[in-house]
């Protein structure tokens, strides 16, 4: 079982910053592979980022890459989503996803534990 928490939401200015921090319950963080996802009103959720369980591989949709960066700290049992460049149509409720495979995957069905979301918003 894996208890998920993110935190690091907020409210900021169009090209700004912001830092999203999952925390992992339990020892076995490491055997996960992790992901963010986004969803805005009136839109499906969609895939955001993803990292292996080891952290050597990472995708992203196209629509942030190069803006955020995935990461993983196993010691620490906590992923984080480094947003930099930050437009209006990022907003959007962030959760954080756990899978128990080792790969990327950009598949919500392969995700078998989330978080309870965290609000980002950008203003312009």
């Known amino acids: 079982q894996v208890q998920l928490v993110e935190s690091g939401g907020g409210l900021v200015q169009a090209g700004g910053s912001l830092r999203l921090s999952c925390a992992a319950s339990g020892r076995t963080f490491s055997n996960y592979a992790m992901g963010w996802f986004r969803q805005a009103p009136g839109k499906e959720r969609e895939f955001v980022a993803a990292?292996?369980?080891?952290?050597?591989?990472?995708g992203y949709a196209d629509s942030v890459k190069g803006r955020f960066t995935i990461s993983r700290d196993n010691a620490k049992n906590t992923m984080y989503l480094q947003m930099n460049s930050l437009k209006a149509e990022d907003t959007a409720v962030y959760y954080c996803?756990?899978?128990?495979?080792?790969?990327?995957?950009?598949?919500?069905?392969?995700?078998?534990?989330w978080g309870q979301g965290t609000q980002v918003t950008v203003s312009s």
């Open positions: 990292i292996s369980w080891r952290g050597e591989s990472t």
């Open positions: 996803a756990a899978a128990s495979v080792r790969s990327v995957s950009r598949s919500l069905g392969t995700y078998d534990y």
